[in-house]
């Protein structure tokens, strides 16, 4: 079975490609290493590189027959979706599109697309399922939108798409050079690097986060997913825990051998306060369950980046 997986090179995309070459899998990606790495592409995977919505790249793509493709590469930070907008609309939505038309045309038949959890913006009601409303607060989260309703439109053409909305997804591997994505790397990074961290916002803001393994884990539900009753469903990948900045800081701290200051400073542009997500609907129809526990997931990834800063 040959499968398409979008952003090998990067963080989640490299850990996914890696589980389904294990599968037994033939894996082709997509990649503009903008923020992936060459050498995070599993060697047996077959790769392009470029921008994944290039039309000469896509066209390349029609010569293969995928079973499914996973829509994972994308510029995954609000904050840099600020600076730059079109950019962020061509990279994270109108890949999505011509990805879905490509499946169209191919007659590939699941699509599967790593949304995110800052669809939802800010609510009163900090817990929120996939019925909550939307209300996208960056440039970053319109274009997760606008790809799940192509999706949702695409699904009547007899794809069956499945979004995962991720919420801070962290673990083994993640990119400690980007100080732009990912509140735990970052923190962690400029605190194995000057011993100092700046959070930019507030330290009362809170996040839901899942380690990348349960993330791995929830995508291959999806694909090998039997429920034939919709062809379009949004599921959170969340663990239904909510931690502070001010705690998810004191964790990281508190696995480190030497002190580490703090210093808070203002907020970035369309950053959430804080949302967790409902994880029943996932759990009810993927059979999905977190199997890592945060403290130990964080006291992991602590180890294996100051084992990496050390080589
Ligand atoms: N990490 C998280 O907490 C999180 C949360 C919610 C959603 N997501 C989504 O999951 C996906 C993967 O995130 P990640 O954390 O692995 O990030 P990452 O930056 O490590 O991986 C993204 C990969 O996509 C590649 N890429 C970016 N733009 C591209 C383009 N135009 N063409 C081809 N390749 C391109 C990058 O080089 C990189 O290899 C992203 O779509 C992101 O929005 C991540």
Redesign the pocket.
């Given at each position: 079975m040959r499968i398409l997986v979008?952003?090998?090179?990067?963080?989640?995309?490299?850990a996914l490609a890696r589980r389904l070459i294990e599968e037994k899998y033939e894996v082709v990606t997509?990649?503009?290493?903008?923020?992936?790495?060459m050498q995070?592409i599993p060697k047996d995977c077959k790769s392009y590189i470029?921008?994944?919505?290039d039309s000469s790249i896509i066209g390349e793509l029609k010569n293969y027959n995928f079973e499914a493709i996973f829509h994972?590469?994308?510029?995954?930070s609000g904050e840099i979706s600020f600076d730059e907008p079109v950019y962020d609309l061509?990279?994270?939505a109108q890949?999505t599109l011509m990805l879905l038309n490509l499946a169209k045309e191919t007659g590939c038949k699941k699509f599967i697309y790593?949304?995110?959890?800052?669809v939802y913006g800010d609510h009163k009601e900090e817990f929120v399922n996939e019925e909550s409303y939307t209300s996208p607060k960056s440039f970053?989260a319109v274009g997760?939108l606008a790809s799940e309703n192509y999706m949702k439109i695409y699904s009547t053409f007899d794809i069956k798409c499945t979004v995962l909305?991720?919420?801070?997804?962290?673990g083994i591997g993640?990119?400690m050079e980007?100080l732009k994505?990912?509140m735990l790397s970052i923190y962690l990074a400029q605190a194995i690097k000057n011993k100092h961290i700046v959070v930019k916002g507030s330290k009362d803001r809170f996040r839901d986060f899942v380690n990348v393994n349960d993330v791995v884990e929830a995508m291959v539900l999806a694909l090998n997913s039997e429920k034939t009753n919709s062809n379009f469903e949004i599921y959170n990948v969340s663990n239904s825990k909510k931690y502070t900045v001010e705690e998810l800081v004191y964790k990281i701290k508190n696995n480190l051998p030497y002190n580490v200051t703090v210093e808070y400073i203002k907020g970035t542009p369309g950053d959430q306060h804080g949302i967790y997500g409902d994880n029943t609907k996932i759990k009810n129809e993927l059979n999905w369950q977190s199997q890592t526990n945060f403290d130990e997931g964080i006291a992991e990834m602590v180890k294996w980046a100051i084992q990496r800063e050390e080589k």
């Open positions: 979008t952003g090998a090179a990067g963080f989640i995309g490299s997509v990649d503009n290493l903008s923020t992936g790495k995070n470029g921008n994944v919505f994972i590469a994308g510029q995954s061509q990279t994270n890949s790593t949304s995110s959890m800052s970053y997760k909305r991720l919420f801070n997804v962290y993640q990119n980007n994505q990912g």
